[in-house]
């Protein structure tokens, strides 16, 4: 026979102080883990978004991302002669990039720089990519010195704002004319400005970074890529676009879930150290309690059970709260440095059920971490003895 839920419960507000400490406790730990995991999440969501299956990006063989590839325009026509290219009347749709990065001075923080990504494109880049959507202004028109911004830079960066100018280089900028959104892709951290703009600008005249290519399928995507990669003269290597957005998020997703995970473990050990001593303390002032329950029948194992319920119960209780807080963090948005790219990126918390469910198993097992020696010890106070105290 088990002793009622409801006394196990009863017993925790009876130490309002205690219990409130300990559930805190808990309830920051499953708080941190939960939003590492949330960040981690927006990090992998916001760039793989920022690529399509329908989509392949072609990179110099050997090279990580487009800061590190180059290859000449010539290159260029021969990629997008590939089967699988999807044509609109007999013109492949495709174009050649350029990705540099600039320093950029934060607004309203004082010698801060930080690293943004440009990225040299033509009219067929932009018509290519359906999820980009101009909310403010135009977009740059080809052969001038002008630029759209991703509305993740717009005045979070000096001079990046609708009529701004955008230094790209000492003594020669960029107006801003137009401010896009792009579902919340890492595009949104981008500068854009005609592809022969910055070629000039930065003497990178008949070479070009990546090739975007649409494909007429995602299924064509496998022909394409052995055609262009089994041609050792281009020396071409091929991904689907969301594979390599995928890639390049791998670095700093793993990096934010280590840390909060290990700042989560050091946060844990103390809070099961305060519920053990809760209910070490709970033992100690119930021996007479414990006592009479086993006097009217119930057996250690009971006592056992019903001590370890409790500290669950609590653990729970501090979990629930720590979920809760980490859902507020939904949505939020702050900027950092992506280890692929070294551009600032604009990320956000992304929660899940998994996330939460997942956090909240966390917290109930360190509540039966914590209870289980505490409850030992209270299964196996002698009854007479108990009595006596």
């Known amino acids: ?47 793989v978004s920022s690529g399509q299956t329908d ?69 067929t880049s932009i018509a290519m990519r359906k999820e980009l959507k101009v909310v403010d202004g135009r977009p740059p028109a080809p052969g001038t010195d002008e630029a759209m911004i991703g509305k993740g830079l717009d005045g979070r960066f000096a001079g990046m704002k609708l009529g701004d100018k955008v230094e790209l280089k000492k003594n020669r900028s960029v107006t801003v004319v137009g401010i896009f959104e792009a579902g919340r892709s890492a595009f949104e951290s981008e500068v854009w400005v005609d592809v022969d703009t910055l070629r000039s600008t930065f003497g990178r005249e008949g070479i070009v970074s990546s090739v975007i290519v649409g494909l007429e399928s995602a299924s064509k995507f496998d022909a394409f890529k052995a055609t262009v990669e089994h041609d ?32 989560a473990l050091f946060f844990s050990m103390g809070a099961m150290i305060g519920a053990t001593i809760t209910m070490y303390a709970a033992v ?11 006097a009217l029948g119930f057996s250690r194992l009971a006592v056992l059970v019903a001590f370890m319920v409790e500290s669950i119960v609590l653990a729970f209780a501090g979990a629930c709260l720590g979920a809760l807080a980490s859902l507020g963090m939904s949505g939020v948005s702050f900027s950092m440095m992506n280890f ?45 003895q108990a009595m006596r105290a």
Request: charged letters at 15%; proline letters at 3%; glycine letters at 10%.
């Open 55 to 123: 989509r392949a990006i072609v990179l110099r063989q050997g090279a990580d991302n487009e800061l590190s590839s180059t290859f000449d325009t010539t290159t260029v026509g021969i990629i997008l002669a590939a089967p699988g290219v999807k044509k609109e009347g007999s013109t492949p749709l495709g174009s050649g990039e350029v990705v540099v990065v600039i320093a950029a001075n934060k607004s309203g923080a004082e010698n801060q720089i930080s690293n943004v990504q440009v990225r040299g494109v033509t009219p």
């Open 232 to 263: 050792k003269q281009l020396g071409m290597q091929v991904y689907r676009e969301d594979k390599y957005y995928e890639k390049q998020s791998e670095g700093t997703s793993i990096f934010i879930t280590a840390l909060g995970v290990i700042i």
């Open 284 to 294: 100690s002032q119930r021996s007479r309690e414990i006592g009479t329950l086993q």
């Open 1 to 47: 026979m088990l002793i009622p839920l409801s006394y196990s419960v009863r017993s925790l507000f009876v130490r309002k102080t205690t219990t409130i400490a300990t559930a805190l406790g808990i309830g920051l730990v499953v708080f941190v883990l939960a939003a590492a995991l949330m960040l981690s999440r927006g990090i992998r969501e916001t760039l």
């Open 340 to 384: 692929a790219t070294w551009q600032e990126v604009t990320f956000s918390f992304r929660p899940s059920l998994e996330i939460v469910l997942g956090s909240l198993l966390v917290g109930a097992f360190m509540g039966l971490l914590g209870g289980f020696f505490p409850a030992v010890r209270a299964a196996r106070t002698a009854p007479i």
